[in-house]
């Protein structure tokens, strides 16, 4: 057998997930692997923990990356503060909305659910309905940012619902952190996880989460044991936690931590309210280009995520033909829609490094080309001019 070293092609990635990767992520990712207790390590660690409080706007003490995809960070929230016979009320308006129902479910808990329209933000209303039903109820989880559907929701509203309620609160910003405002701290989020993939422009495989003393007191007071061995946090505190002597709990994902830690750096460098505004920015460029072909936003203004553009697919178009004419012959991904919305929308994403005026131009041209060619009932054309009158 003859095997050969692997070189992906360059691609554009402006889908779901990943996002672009900003090249100085991949170089400090090829730096020299030292022992994840050497005292440099140990510095950079402490360091990337206040980097990452400055990307979510928290001062919790709690702060770091779990060693794992945003997944793990989403099982972490919920093993650690759900107890078998626990209470939750789960809010879903998507695909994550679901995950986190299982999640409840194998932590021994019963999950209650609260369904919106996918496409919808969460509805206050019904949640308070939940809530006020469910007095036993000591948490409530929610998605800031539906990657699947391009919605957000007013997460500082449901907090303050959830505190007058006394529950805390479990929520996903793995799409929101680094794109739209969040402020943790300020919120009163108890329990917060995210990932590296999107917004923060780094590779997969890491998922930074915060939680709050109110929701570290509900941890150290459990009554059982979590049943995960990796994520309970009582034992990976004794790694990442305080700043006194590091106990060994796993092997540190090294190198992907130089990666981390550069992407955070690149962040705070911009600042997070000028990254929050750039996304917003881009997004209303590839906008006025979608609707001047003569496409429309899934979302309502209000509640579109700006880094997560759900499009409708035109009548008679193929799905899967158009991505696979923008891969081949642009090197350009965006993303196909989820359960229900499979066959019927885009996502196309703007995230992190990949949300820039060039990404606009050549999505916007590449798609125009595309859908032109295949006689598909659009304007042709004026995309990319709509775009560049955006911009000025
Ligand atoms: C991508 C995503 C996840 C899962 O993250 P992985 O890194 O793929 O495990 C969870 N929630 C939301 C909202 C996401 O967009």
New binding site residues.
Partial sequence: MTVESFHPPVRTLMG??PSDVNPRVLEAMGRPTIGHLDPVFVGMMDEMKDLLRYAFQTDYELTMPVSA????G?ETCFVNLVEPGDKVVVCQNGV?GG?MKENVERSGGTAIMVEDEWGSAVDLNKVEDALKANPAAQILAF?H???STGAISDARALAELAHKYECLVIA?T??SLGGSPLKVSEWGLDAVYS?T??CLSCT?GL?PVTFSERAVAAVRNRKTPVQSWFMDLNLVLGYWGGSGKRVYHHTAPINALYGLHEALVILHDEGIEQAWERHRVNHLALRAGIEAMGLSFVVDEASRLPQLNAVSIPQGVDDATVRSRLLNEYDLEIGAGLGPMAGKIWRIGLMGYASNRRNVLLCLGALDAVLSDMGAPIHSGVAVGAAMKAYQ
């Fill in positions: 779901p997930g995809p945003g997944s793990a989403m994550f995950r998605v940012a539906e990657t996903d793995v799409t990932g993939q999107k997969p998922s």
